[in-house]
């Protein structure tokens, strides 16, 4: 079969590579209608995220199932299937806890409980990487489901593959930052990226009930998308000053819930990649620290955007002297999805009007290219094998 095939920084590939094969009972086959590049992949192409050897992408993905398992009794073959990028057994201490990023299982050869940049992680994830389980990823012809009497959904025959897509990470995670601030209806949500998680969190933080949403982001195009899709309020950091001008819309407050959407890669000056050198840091958190700033006293920061390593001068002070809450990590997908498919199929929600690119797999690499370069305005790259 074909797959987009990650060979080292820089170095993506469509290859022929061997197909999958059902490896343990509870696994299916999926012929792979629909997948997609996901900006977390883009940490992985730059090196940022370490991978030794070569790896088949992607975690975004939905497809046919063409061969079950014995163990499956949920699934049949020609079932269409969306499936959630986390993979958990549904049986450990912390699948049964609503913790299915945390499964012990998944990640036999690096889980862990330290978290460790480099060393213990939680569950397993498709297409990130061997230390988070070394699965191979969706960004292929067919794709191996482990679990797969736990992950996937079928999909209500009323939407098309391009509708339900993105119920395999983005919305969930866009949905996760906005649900774990507890909204009860008039906040303020600053929404820091309006990549396609912050874009999706605007999504939601609408659905939760929010008063206003503001999205900040250093691209206009994006910015764009994010009024044309989402009718928000928008704030460019290269043209004012994103704290005094949440502060000045919030009566000097500051919003009552920030989301970093995204993560430690931002754009960065010279200084503030020199710094993370000096300091044996990975990009840098200067995004985190400003919604730190711009979130009110007793506010809530939720964080879905990557972190990878340790930061010198942590804003702890900021942190307890304002009381903030704190919530973050990958999405529970498994928790959320059947909500999120409901909301989806009553078209409560439209997902697909944020994809800017559709592109055969075998141009995959393309595809990579102008989603990492911010090249023709692109926003989001689905793939069709």
Same mark, same amino acid.
């Not at 006293?297 to 939720?302: D, P, Q």
């Given at each position: 079969?074909?797959?987009?095939?990650f060979?080292?920084?820089?170095d993506?590939?469509?290859?022929?590579?061997?197909?999958?094969?059902?490896?343990?009972?509870?696994d299916?086959i999926?012929?792979v209608?629909?997948?997609?590049?996901?900006?977390?992949?883009?940490?992985?192409?730059s090196g940022?995220?370490?991978?030794?050897?070569?790896?088949?992408?992607?975690?975004?993905?939905?497809?046919?199932?063409?061969?079950?398992?014995?163990?499956?009794?949920?699934?049949?073959?020609g079932?269409?299937? +969306? &499936? =959630?990028?986390?993979?958990?057994?549904? /049986?450990?201490? @912390?699948?049964?806890?609503?913790?299915? *990023?945390?499964?012990?299982?998944?990640?036999?050869?690096?889980?862990?409980?330290?978290g460790?940049?480099?060393?213990?992680?939680?569950?397993?994830?498709?297409?990130?990487?061997?230390?988070?389980?070394?699965?191979s990823?969706?960004?292929?012809?067919?794709?191996?489901?482990?679990?797969?009497?736990?992950?996937?959904? +079928? &999909? =209500?025959?009323s939407?098309?593959?391009? /509708?339900?897509? @993105?119920?395999t990470?983005?919305?969930p *995670?866009?949905?996760?930052?906005?649900?774990?601030?507890?909204?009860?209806?008039?906040e303020?949500?600053a929404?820091?990226?309006?990549?396609p998680?912050?874009?999706?969190?605007?999504?939601?933080?609408?659905l939760?009930?929010?008063?206003?949403?503001?999205a900040?982001?250093?691209?206009?195009?994006?910015?764009?998308?994010?009024?044309?899709?989402n009718?928000?309020?928008?704030?460019?950091?290269?043209?004012?000053?994103?704290?005094?001008?949440?502060?000045s819309?919030?009566?000097?407050?500051?919003?009552?819930?920030?989301?970093?959407?995204?993560?430690?890669?931002?754009?960065?000056?010279?200084?503030?990649?020199?710094?993370?050198?000096?300091?044996?840091?990975?990009?840098?958190?200067?995004?985190?620290?400003?919604?730190?700033k711009?979130?009110?006293?007793?506010?809530t920061?939720?964080?879905?955007?990557?972190?990878?390593?340790?930061?010198?001068n942590?804003p702890?002070h900021?942190?307890?002297?304002?009381?903030?809450?704190?919530?973050?990590?990958?999405?529970?997908?498994?928790?959320?999805?059947?909500?999120?498919?409901?909301?989806?199929?009553?078209?409560?929600?439209?997902?697909?009007?944020?994809?800017?690119?559709?592109l055969?797999?075998?141009?995959?690499?393309?595809?990579?290219e102008?989603?990492?370069?911010?090249?023709?305005?692109?926003?989001?790259?689905?793939?069709?094998?």
């Amino acid at each position: 079969m074909k797959a987009a095939v990650f060979h080292k920084p820089g170095d993506i590939r469509v290859d022929t590579v061997e197909d999958p094969k059902i490896e343990d009972s509870r696994d299916v086959i999926l012929r792979v209608t629909s997948t997609a590049i996901c900006g977390s992949d883009l940490h992985i192409l730059s090196g940022a995220v370490p991978q030794a050897s070569n790896m088949i992408m992607g975690h975004e993905f939905m497809g046919i199932v063409v061969e079950t398992g014995s163990a499956i009794t949920n699934l049949r073959k020609g079932d269409r299937v +969306v &499936v =959630p990028f986390p993979i958990a057994c549904g /049986q450990c201490f @912390f699948c049964n806890h609503q913790a299915p *990023t945390h499964c012990e299982n998944s990640n036999y050869k690096h889980y862990g409980p330290n978290g460790d940049m480099a060393g213990e992680k939680g569950g397993a994830l498709f297409g990130y990487t061997d230390l988070y389980g070394g699965y191979s990823g969706g960004q292929a012809e067919y794709v191996r489901v482990p679990y797969a009497d736990i992950g996937p959904r +079928v &999909v =209500p025959e009323s939407l098309t593959d391009s /509708q339900a897509l @993105f119920l395999t990470d983005i919305f969930p *995670t866009g949905w996760s930052a906005i649900d774990w601030a507890q909204l009860k209806g008039g906040e303020v949500v600053a929404i820091f990226g309006s990549g396609p998680v912050g874009l999706m969190a605007q999504k939601a933080a609408w659905l939760k009930g929010a008063s206003r949403v503001i999205a900040i982001d250093p691209l206009n195009y994006r910015l764009e998308k994010a009024r044309q899709v989402n009718n928000v309020e928008t704030l460019n950091p290269n043209e004012v000053d994103i704290v005094d001008a949440i502060r000045s819309m919030t009566n000097g407050r500051g919003a009552d819930v920030c989301v970093d959407a995204v993560g430690f890669e931002p754009e960065r000056s010279v200084i503030d990649k020199l710094k993370a050198t000096v300091n044996f840091e990975k990009g840098s958190m200067k995004v985190l620290d400003t919604a730190f700033k711009a979130v009110r006293r007793s506010g809530t920061v939720s964080i879905v955007g990557v972190y990878g390593s340790t930061y010198d001068n942590f804003p702890l002070h900021r942190m307890f002297d304002k009381g903030i809450t704190i919530k973050q990590g990958q999405a529970p997908v498994q928790i959320y999805i059947d909500e999120l498919i409901n909301l989806v199929n009553e078209r409560k929600v439209i997902l697909d009007d944020i994809i800017t690119h559709v592109l055969p797999l075998a141009e995959a690499p393309k595809g990579y290219e102008i989603f990492d370069k911010k090249e023709d305005d692109c926003v989001k790259v689905v793939l069709t094998p």
